[in-house]
Every structure is written in structure tokens, then in C-alpha cells.
């Protein structure tokens, strides 16, 4: 069982099935947008074989913003036939967990609720609670891959202990054509403590819209006063 069908849960769980493991990907919310800025780096597109139709945006240009707004522009640093692909989260992983599926992953859109561990039997099944539309359900498997984000009920289950993780804050914006043109193959970065105190603040340009967003590790109580910068 791979619980989480984000890039990392779905890329196993293509390889499993792929090898002829009997996989089961659970993914809570299929449709959902994650608030995530979707930059991947050029090499990715070739090593998890992506097609360029996956990719919103192909971005040539990147600003970056001081606190003092001097700015720096990093576009000579990628050579003519090297980009950034910008891609929209909901498209990329259901891009992803389709492809698991065409391998023979069994898809379950479905809340898992608990993960229990073998007790006596060290080689003995977990045992995968979820819900789908409702219905409380369970599976015993041989591994569990944890793929289930900040809030993993599986690193939870296996009691991994603490870890450090970010809060991000992203909107989408709609912008006149003309303006979008500007973000064509541009992407800005804003450094500040006004917008994090360990992170940035970005506008990365998307097929119709630019997203733009803010994270934190250290201040994750200051997320609402980021937002507002």
C-alpha cells in the first residue's frame, strides 16, 4: 500500500506495479489543488519521462527581489535550450497517478484513518483503515509506503518522532493578457522577512493565471501576516 498519491506516492507506486507488485495507491482528495508553487527542475521531465504537455509554462527568466528592491535577473545562467517547468499540482499528479494505474495500480480514492502495525507477528500484515463515501473499510498488505505528507498518519503509526516542515501560502490570480505576457517565461522571487523569514515570496506564471505565494518553517504563526505582505 502507497499511502498519498502526490508525485513521490505515485511514482512508487508506478515502479511497484511496473516491477509486478500488487499496489494500492490511496489518494484522499484526487481533485484537489495543493498550494504549491509547481516549479520543477528540466531534468525531472526526462528522468520520470513527463511530456511537455504537462507543463503550463516554460519559464527562461527568473527575477529575484531584494528587501531594498534592487533586483537580479538569473536567465544567463540557463543556456538556450534549458527552462524551468512551471505545472499546475492537480495536473501533474493526476498526470501521474493515471500512469500508476495504466502500470496495474489499484486506485482508492478513500481517507486512510489509521495504520496498524503487526503486534505478535513481526511478519505479519498491516492493516490499512480508510473510508470511501462514508464507508469504513480495511486492507492488510506486506509494506506500507508513507507518502502522506506534513501529517503522516504513517509516520505517526510507526512513531517517527519529530520533524521539521513548511506552511505554504499560495493564491491564484488572474491577470489582463498584456500583464500576462509580461510573466510569459518570467518568474520572481521576493526575499524580505515582510514575506518570510526563512523562505521567499513568489509569483510564478501559470497557462492562464500567475500563482503567488509564501512559505515558512521557523514562523509558521506569522503565515497570516506573510500573506497580507
Known amino acids: 500500500a502507497v499511502i498519498g498519491g502526490g508525485p513521490a506516492g505515485s511514482s512508487a507506486a508506478e515502479a511497484l506495479a511496473s516491477g509486478g507488485v500488487e499496489t494500492f495507491?490511496?489518494?484522499?482528495?484526487p481533485s484537489g489543488a495543493k498550494p504549491c508553487g509547481g516549479a520543477i527542475p528540466l531534468c525531472m521531465l526526462d528522468e520520470f519521462d513527463i511530456p511537455r504537455g504537462v507543463v503550463d509554462r516554460e519559464v527562461r527568466r527568473v527575477r529575484i527581489i531584494s528587501p531594498s528592491n534592487l533586483t537580479v535577473d538569473f536567465d544567463k545562467a540557463l543556456r538556450s535550450d534549458e527552462f524551468i517547468a512551471m505545472t499546475r499540482r492537480e495536473i501533474l499528479d493526476s498526470f501521474l497517478r493515471a500512469?500508476?494505474?495504466d502500470s496495474g495500480?489499484?486506485?482508492?480514492?478513500?481517507?486512510?484513518?489509521?495504520?496498524?502495525?503487526p503486534e505478535s507477528d513481526p511478519n505479519g500484515p498491516y492493516v490499512v483503515h480508510y473510508v470511501v463515501a462514508g464507508e469504513r473499510k480495511s486492507l492488510a498488505v506486506d509494506v506500507v509506503i508513507g507518502a502522506d505528507g506534513v501529517h503522516s498518519k504513517v509516520a505517526k503509526a510507526i512513531k517517527a518522532g519529530n520533524y521539521e516542515y513548511a506552511i505554504a501560502f499560495q493564491e491564484r490570480i488572474r491577470l489582463p493578457d498584456e500583464k500576462m505576457e509580461y510573466y510569459r517565461d518570467l518568474a520572481e522571487m521576493y526575499l524580505g522577512d515582510d514575506l518570510s523569514a526563512d523562505f521567499y515570496g513568489w509569483v510564478f506564471p501559470?497557462?492562464?493565471?500567475?500563482?503567488?505565494?509564501?512559505?515558512t518553517i521557523r514562523a509558521k504563526s506569522d503565515i497570516k501576516k506573510y500573506q497580507m505582505g
Open 99 to 101: 500512469r500508476a494505474g
Open 206 to 215: 501559470k497557462c492562464d493565471h500567475v500563482a503567488v505565494g509564501t512559505g
Open 105 to 117: 495500480t489499484h486506485m482508492i480514492s478513500g481517507l486512510v484513518t489509521q495504520l496498524e502495525l
Open 25 to 29: 495507491l490511496f489518494e484522499r482528495s
